[in-house]
C-alpha cells in the first residue's frame, strides 16, 4: 500500500532543481532589496518606476486616496452645496484661507486629490503589464519537468509496482489530464498544474480596479446634475436655464443636455394610517407626459422613488413632496394681481410646511402707489386645532388643511440685480400691515376663506384648490456601467486569487535495480495548505488501483520513504478534493 508523507525538511543544496520546479507559480514581481540607483537620469529613472510599480507603493497609495477622500466626506464642497460653503466661511474666519490653499473645498478636483489618483493609475498599469505578458508566456508554455529527487517536496508518496513504467506514466497522463490538469510527459515523469484562475483573478482583480479608476474620472468630468421643482400641471424642459440648481463637471457642455422635456399630471402620495407606522409613505409615485427631442412622441410614464425615468442618458429621479396651497391676492379695488400655486418647503416629517407669497407687479395701495407685497407663509396638511396649542402638522395627508400668512407691503429688493430665493423675504425695506392692537397682521386660513388687509390694501384668499408639487433629480452620468461592471469583476476576481490555489503534481516511473517499477508522486503549492497533500492522496490512491504494488524485498508490508521521521498517511481518494 502506498504512503503519502509530507517532508518539512529544509532544501539542501544538492537539491538545486528544486527551486525552478516551484518557479513561476505566481506572476508577482520580485521584491528586490532597497539599494541605490545608478548614477544618471537613466538611472534614477528607472529606480524611480520600479518603486512605483511596486506593490507597497500602490498598497500606500490607495491608503492615500482613501485618507483623502474623508476631507471631501466632512467639509462642503463647492461643487455640491455652495451655500455651505459660504456658510463655512462666514463662521471659520480663520480655517477657511487654510482650506482653500490646501483644495479642501473641492477636494476630488484638487491638484494633490489627482496627482493621487493618476500615480495610482500609472502604478496598477505598470503592475499589470508585465505580469500579464509573464502569465501569457506560462500559459504558452509547459508545466516544469520533475525534480531529480521528489521525496524533498514537501508532499510525496512512492511505492513499487509490477507494471511497466510506460503503462504507469500514460496511466497518470491520462488521470491528471481528467482532472483538468495541464499535463504532458517530461522524460521518465509527467509533470502536470493546475489553478492558474488564480492568476487570472488576480489579474482581473487589478484591471477591473483600473476600469472603475476610468469610470470614476470620466464620470466625475463629464456629470451633470440638476434638482427641479414641479408643481402639478406644469412641466419642465432640459435646458440650463430651467433648473432650481445645477452643477457638473469641468468638461461638461451645455450640448451634453439630453434633450427631453416633461408635463406632471398627477402626485400621488399615501401614508399608514393607524399602528406604530403612523404616517409613514406608503406609495410616491407621479405620472407624468414626456417626449425626446423637439418632434418626439408624447409618451405616458409612472415614476416612483428609487425607480427612475430613464431617457437616452439621462435618469429622473423623484427626490422630493411637497404641497402648493393656491392664493388669489387682489388689491384694493378687487382686481387679481396674483393668482398661482405657491410651493412651500417641508420642515417635517408630517409635512409641515414654509414659505413666502411675494407680489412683485401690478399691486398699488390704496394711494395709488406702486408697492410689492409679501406674505410670510406657514402651511400644515393636517391641523391639530386651536386646542393643541401648536402649528404643527399631525398628518402628512390632506385631512385638515390650514394656511397661516402674515403681510407685510414695501419693497422686496427683487430689482436689485442680486438673485433671491423664492422660499425666503428680505424685508429690510418691507413695511409690517398691523391689526387693531398694533401687532403685526396675520390670520390662519382653511381653503376657501378670504384674509381682507388693514385699510382696505386689499385681500389675499386661500383658495379651495391645494396642489401638491413634485422635486426631481435628473442626472447624467457616463461610466456608471462601466464602474458597476468594474467592481462586480473586481469581487469575482479576488475572490479566485484568494480561494483558488495553483498547483502542481509530479509522477515518476522508473524500473529499480531490482526490475520492478518504482512510482514516485509529489506536489508543490505556492503556500502551504492542507490541500495539496489532500489532492495527492486522492490522485496516488487512484493511480495506486491502476498499479497496484509488490511487496518490498526487505519488508514485508508496503514501502515507507526513507525518512523516518516523516508523517505517514494513507494514499487513499480524499472527500471533497479540490478540483479547480
Same mark, same amino acid.
Given at each position: ?43 534614477? !529613472? ?50 477657511? =484661507?487654510?482650506?482653500? #490653499? ?19 493609475? $500609472? ?6 503589464? =508585465? ?7 506560462? @500559459? *504558452?508554455?509547459?508545466? =516544469?519537468?520533475?525534480?531529480?529527487? +521528489? ?30 490538469? *495541464?499535463?504532458? @510527459? ?13 492568476? $487570472? /483573478? ?78 409613514? %409613505? ?14 418626439? &412622441?408624447? *409618451? ?15 435618469? $429622473?429621479? +423623484? ?13 384694493? #379695488? ?31 395701495? %390704496? ?5 410689492? +407685497? ?6 400644515? %396638511? ?30 422686496? #429688493? ?19 400691515? #398691523?391689526?387693531? &392692537? ?41 461610466? /456608471? ?21 495553483? *498547483? ?17 508522486? !509529489? ?9 495539496? %497533500?489532500?489532492? +495527492? ?15 518490498? =524485498? ?15 498517511? &494513507? ?10
Amino acid at each position: 500500500m502506498s504512503k503519502t508523507t509530507t517532508d518539512d525538511t529544509p532544501q539542501s543544496a544538492d537539491d538545486q532543481d528544486l527551486g525552478a520546479a516551484g518557479s513561476q507559480l505566481s506572476t508577482a514581481p520580485t521584491e528586490e532589496p532597497p539599494h541605490l540607483p545608478a548614477l544618471g537620469v537613466i538611472g534614477w !529613472a528607472r529606480w524611480f518606476w520600479r518603486q512605483l510599480t511596486s506593490m507597497r507603493v500602490a498598497l500606500l497609495l490607495l491608503l492615500l486616496l482613501s485618507l483623502g477622500a474623508i476631507p471631501g466626506s466632512l467639509i462642503p464642497q463647492t461643487g455640491i452645496d455652495e451655500t455651505a460653503v459660504a456658510d463655512f466661511r462666514e463662521r471659520h474666519d480663520v480655517l477657511a =484661507p487654510v482650506y482653500d #490653499k490646501l483644495g479642501l473645498f473641492d477636494v476630488y478636483s484638487s491638484v494633490w486629490f489627482s496627482a493621487i489618483y493618476i500615480l495610482l493609475f $500609472v502604478s496598477l498599469i505598470g503592475c499589470i503589464v =508585465p505580469r500579464t505578458w509573464q502569465f501569457v508566456g506560462q @500559459l *504558452r508554455g509547459r508545466p =516544469p519537468g520533475a525534480p531529480r529527487r +521528489l521525496t524533498r517536496l514537501p508532499a510525496h508518496t512512492t511505492w513499487r509496482t509490477g507494471a511497466e513504467p510506460e503503462q504507469v506514466r500514460e496511466a497518470a497522463l491520462a488521470l491528471l489530464k481528467k482532472r483538468r490538469f *495541464r499535463a504532458h @510527459l517530461a522524460g521518465d515523469a509527467v509533470a502536470a498544474e493546475k489553478g492558474y484562475l488564480r492568476e $487570472v /483573478g488576480n489579474l482581473l482583480f487589478h484591471i477591473a480596479l483600473i476600469v472603475m479608476l476610468i469610470a470614476f474620472a470620466w464620470g466625475q468630468l463629464f456629470k451633470s446634475e440638476g434638482n427641479k421643482l414641479v408643481v402639478e400641471g406644469d412641466g419642465f424642459s432640459n435646458t440650463l436655464t430651467q433648473y432650481d440648481d445645477f452643477k457638473s463637471g469641468s468638461l461638461f457642455t451645455n450640448d451634453d443636455l439630453v434633450p427631453f422635456s416633461f408635463d406632471v399630471k398627477e402626485f400621488t402620495g399615501t401614508y399608514e394610517r393607524t399602528g406604530p407606522n403612523k404616517g409613514t %409613505p406608503r406609495t410616491y409615485e407621479t405620472e407624468l407626459t414626456y417626449t425626446e427631442g423637439a418632434d418626439g &412622441e408624447e *409618451r405616458t410614464a409612472l415614476v416612483k422613488v428609487n425607480k427612475p425615468l430613464k431617457i437616452g442618458d439621462a435618469k $429622473v429621479y +423623484l427626490v422630493s413632496h411637497g404641497y402648493a396651497p393656491v392664493v388669489t391676492v387682489r388689491d384694493g #379695488k378687487g382686481e387679481i394681481v396674483f393668482q398661482d400655486a405657491v410651493p412651500l418647503l417641508p420642515l417635517d416629517a408630517n409635512v409641515t410646511s414654509s414659505g413666502v407669497v411675494k407680489v412683485l407687479d401690478g399691486y398699488r395701495n %390704496p394711494e395709488g402707489e406702486k408697492e410689492q +407685497l409679501g406674505f410670510n407663509a406657514f402651511f400644515v %396638511p393636517t391641523f391639530g386645532g386651536s386646542a393643541s396649542g401648536t402649528m404643527l402638522s399631525q398628518f402628512p395627508a390632506l385631512d385638515y388643511p390650514v394656511l397661516a400668512l402674515s403681510a407685510y407691503h414695501g419693497d422686496l #429688493k427683487a430689482d436689485s440685480g442680486i438673485p433671491q430665493s423664492v422660499y425666503q423675504m428680505d424685508k429690510t425695506k418691507m413695511k409690517e400691515f #398691523k391689526d387693531s &392692537e398694533g401687532e403685526l397682521f396675520k390670520k390662519l386660513l382653511t381653503p376657501g376663506e378670504t384674509m381682507t388687509l388693514p385699510n382696505g390694501a386689499g385681500s389675499v384668499t386661500f383658495e379651495k384648490d391645494v396642489k401638491e408639487w413634485a422635486g426631481f433629480q435628473v442626472v447624467q452620468e457616463r461610466g /456608471g456601467g462601466w464602474a458597476l461592471g468594474g467592481a462586480v469583476v473586481a469581487i469575482a476576481g479576488l475572490a479566485a486569487s484568494l480561494f483558488i490555489q495553483r *498547483r502542481r503534481v509530479w509522477v515518476r516511473a522508473v524500473r529499480g535495480a531490482d526490475g520492478v517499477t518504482v512510482v514516485e508522486m !509529489a506536489g508543490l503549492g505556492r503556500s502551504e495548505s492542507a490541500k495539496v %497533500p489532500e489532492e +495527492l492522496g486522492d490522485l496516488a490512491g487512484i493511480l495506486y488501483d491502476q498499479a497496484p504494488g509488490v511487496p518490498d =524485498p526487505d519488508e514485508a508490508t508496503a514501502p515507507r520513504t526513507s525518512d523516518s521521521t516523516d508523517t505517514d498517511t &494513507e494514499a487513499v481518494p480524499a472527500e471533497g478534493a479540490e478540483q479547480q
